[in-house]
């Protein structure tokens, strides 16, 4: 019986031609867990960085009580729970590599979690949050659509003072944007260095003749950049640059 | 723990350090190094087939033949870290739970050895005098380990019938070692408990106390 299994096993590994998977399977096999379990804690550090975000400039929800003063209010909790799913995750990635098993759930997943509170903290305190939303948001079309534009235009009143738009060019003159209509605005005014192509910004000043907007105040949306509307802390620094 | 060692017993013996020996002949190609890890393998795991899944008695060489082609297949990517004996039943485990799941059909375990309900018993009840009185008593543990849920039954009969330690089913199910723990206090648990509602703990207990 025991040759039996023998035998046939020799003569399919012969007729299949089947070999052994070489090393290099294995250690792709490794990274790929590895990889994987780095861009759940990158993720999960990133929803933590919100949290903070939000815990750090406060929300404005708007006079109205309603579904989106609720939903507004849960926005922290929701990037909160965010991290705290992704580090569980992060958790099942790292049973898979070698004998992470071993290891208590409870433990790692409280690892991964202090490891990406702290440098998501660190990440909204040094700014760099608002980098890698600059360089999304000027490098991707659908994160900008994705993330950008329904703001735009609740802000935007240019009667009033107040326009939002993209940045579509930028020079030592001043800066070109399309607001959410589509129109296209020359402002003038000083341009803060953290302005870039592609970025979401919402203006205060005045309207001029030709769809020319004198700026006196520029502002950022996104990570940094004052609260939901605008009402959150402003940056003085960015006030004292933008004055012509 | 129950006065049991969670501890494994390290996997530094010499049978140990011969399959893992065979295991690196096996990853260059060596057929003569899997001849040798089927003549070692074959008997331990047919048994554990047979207890894990008394119901695929028709598919049980047709998984041993997938367990050893896949050991052939996958020694470049077996981690010494680990006692070949988990890995190897981990894949054995496995194997069979990929083709139940396909045919979906009964898995029961199959018919335990009078000897072995017996030796199963005196663990699990942890009474010194404790012995089945009758082949029917024997049967009737077949039955109750048939009835337990799929997630006790696994760590079940590693521990009580393959004699495993904790460290290497924690290996074998891909578990930490506490979760294994819990899982086997529960199920012997669960076990007692169907023991006891079937008569079994006063009947083997019994001839023990008229003794004394």
Request: glycine share 10%.
């Amino acid at each position: 019986m025991s040759m039996d299994l023998e035998e046939r096993l020799l003569a399919r590994i012969e007729q299949e031609h089947i070999r052994p998977y070489p090393k290099w399977v294995g250690v792709l096999m490794k990274l790929g867990s590895h990889l994987s379990m780095g861009a759940a804690l990158l993720c999960s550090t990133l929803a933590a960085s919100v949290f903070f975000l939000w815990l750090g400039q406060g929300l404005d929800r708007g006079p109205q009580q309603g579904f989106r003063w609720v939903m507004i209010g849960l926005l922290p909790w929701f990037s909160l729970v965010s991290a705290v799913l992704l580090s569980w995750i992060g958790w099942r990635l790292f049973r898979r590599t070698g004998t992470g098993y071993r290891r208590q759930a409870w433990m790692v997943v409280l690892v991964f979690f202090a490891v990406s509170a702290s440098t998501g903290y660190v990440l909204q305190a040094t700014g760099g949050l608002f980098r890698i939303h600059r360089a999304m948001a000027t490098t991707s079309d659908t994160y900008r659509e994705f993330f950008q534009g329904r703001r735009s235009l609740e802000w935007s009143l240019p009667e009033e003072g107040r326009l939002a738009g993209v940045v579509t060019t930028l020079d030592s003159a001043g800066i070109e944007l399309r607001d959410p209509q589509g129109k296209t605005w020359q402002v003038q005014s000083a341009v803060p260095d953290w302005v870039a192509v592609g970025l979401e910004v919402r203006l205060e000043g005045a309207m001029g003749q030709d769809r020319q907007f004198l700026a006196t105040r520029i502002d950022r949306f996104g990570p940094g950049g004052g609260g939901k509307m605008g009402h959150g802390k402003r940056h003085s620094e960015e006030k004292k640059e933008c004055k012509p | 723990m129950d006065g049991e060692t969670i501890e494994g017993k390290g996997g530094g013996d010499g049978k140990s350090d011969t399959d893992r020996l065979l295991a690196r002949r096996l990853s260059s190609g060596d057929t003569k190094a899997l001849t040798e890890i089927v003549k070692s393998w074959k008997a331990p795991l047919e048994r554990y087939l047979s207890r894990l899944c008394g119901g695929c008695k028709g598919d049980k060489d047709e998984i041993l033949q997938e367990v050893f082609l896949k050991v052939y297949k996958h020694a470049n990517l077996y981690d010494p870290a680990l006692p070949f004996s988990a890995w190897i039943y981990r894949i054995c485990r496995n194997e069979m739970a990929s083709r139940m799941r396909l045919k979906t059909g009964s898995n029961e375990v199959g018919e335990i050895p009078d000897e072995v309900a017996e030796s199963i018993w005196g663990t699990v009840v942890d009474l010194p005098d404790a012995h089945l009185s009758s082949k029917e008593d024997a049967r009737m543990i077949g039955e109750v380990v048939n009835a337990m849920p799929d997630k006790f039954r696994d760590v079940f009969i590693l521990r009580f019938l393959e004699e495993k330690d904790y460290a290497e089913i924690g290996d074998i199910l891909q578990e930490n070692v506490n979760t294994v723990a819990t899982r086997i206090r529960r199920a012997r648990e669960w076990f007692m408990d169907k023991a006891k509602s079937r008569g079994l703990v006063e009947r083997s207990t019994e001839p023990a106390r008229g003794g004394r």
